[in-house]
């Protein structure tokens, strides 16, 4: 999210907009210190309250931003997009990931919205093409056990999907359950699942940057490659 509006939207300044919870508020901090670090200005860092009705005040503290931040989730991102779009505005509004029915419905809402998007959620449009064949193969299982995927839910059961597959390849790769040598395996795996994972006793996420997601928006309904950066 901030590379992109650092280097994709040269954003000068940024609002921040996220939960009140204490997830929320760290993620406020740490993207308002990465704003920061990046030469980037912040206007203001506003939280939610559980179950909000309107986000009216909130998105208007941040409304004179080059880029207004969003660490939000769900019903409360399709409250956002109504109040940028009741206030007039035009600023991007960069989103962290979520179900594709809410960012859809938030896009029809407001036009300029940007998010993180998994791979699974811009399949076919997946420009390495070893990815895009393991894209493939976890949905056409997906959608032959749970039916076709409408809401966008399936990258997320695509990593848990990726997570079972890496356990199990670990366990034969040590011959061992024995947790020290999976744990060993782990540690130090490639894999390419529905994202491209590298693990390292430095990097226990095992993915980052383009690795993980890339920037999407929806157009026409669908969900679309903007940026990997």
């Given at each position: 999210m901030i590379s992109y509006a650092k280097n994709v939207l040269k954003a000068k300044s940024v609002g921040i907009i996220t939960t009140e919870t204490p997830f929320g508020q760290a993620l406020a901090t740490l993207l308002a210190t990465d704003a920061t670090s990046s030469g980037m200005t912040v206007v203001a860092s506003e939280g939610v309250p559980t179950s909000p009705t309107s986000l009216t005040a909130e998105v208007?503290?941040?409304?004179s931003a080059g880029v207004i931040?969003?660490?939000?989730?769900?019903?409360?991102v399709v409250l956002e997009a109504e109040a940028a779009a009741s206030l007039g505005l035009s600023v991007p509004i960069v989103m962290d990931e979520d179900v594709t029915s809410i960012l859809q419905e938030s896009a029809a809402k407001y036009a300029n919205i940007v998010f993180t998007g998994a791979y699974v959620q811009v399949y076919p449009d997946v420009s390495n093409s070893a990815l895009l064949s393991s894209i493939k193969g976890f949905l056409t299982t997906y959608?032959?056990?749970?039916?076709s995927d409408t809401t966008g839910d399936a990258y997320a059961a695509g990593r848990g999907w990726d997570a079972v597959q890496m356990?199990?390849?670990?366990?034969?790769?040590?011959?061992?359950?024995?947790?020290?040598d999976i744990q060993a395996k782990l540690l130090n795996m490639s894999y390419l699942g529905t994202q491209i994972y590298k693990f390292s006793p430095t990097q226990l996420n095992g993915v980052s940057g383009s690795a993980a997601n890339v920037m999407a928006e929806v157009k026409n309904g669908k969900v679309v490659v903007v940026s990997t950066k």
């Amino acid at each position: 999210m901030i590379s992109y509006a650092k280097n994709v939207l040269k954003a000068k300044s940024v609002g921040i907009i996220t939960t009140e919870t204490p997830f929320g508020q760290a993620l406020a901090t740490l993207l308002a210190t990465d704003a920061t670090s990046s030469g980037m200005t912040v206007v203001a860092s506003e939280g939610v309250p559980t179950s909000p009705t309107s986000l009216t005040a909130e998105v208007s503290a941040v409304a004179s931003a080059g880029v207004i931040l969003d660490g939000i989730t769900g019903p409360d991102v399709v409250l956002e997009a109504e109040a940028a779009a009741s206030l007039g505005l035009s600023v991007p509004i960069v989103m962290d990931e979520d179900v594709t029915s809410i960012l859809q419905e938030s896009a029809a809402k407001y036009a300029n919205i940007v998010f993180t998007g998994a791979y699974v959620q811009v399949y076919p449009d997946v420009s390495n093409s070893a990815l895009l064949s393991s894209i493939k193969g976890f949905l056409t299982t997906y959608d032959k056990q749970y039916g076709s995927d409408t809401t966008g839910d399936a990258y997320a059961a695509g990593r848990g999907w990726d997570a079972v597959q890496m356990f199990a390849l670990a366990m034969r790769e040590a011959h061992s359950t024995n947790s020290a040598d999976i744990q060993a395996k782990l540690l130090n795996m490639s894999y390419l699942g529905t994202q491209i994972y590298k693990f390292s006793p430095t990097q226990l996420n095992g993915v980052s940057g383009s690795a993980a997601n890339v920037m999407a928006e929806v157009k026409n309904g669908k969900v679309v490659v903007v940026s990997t950066k």
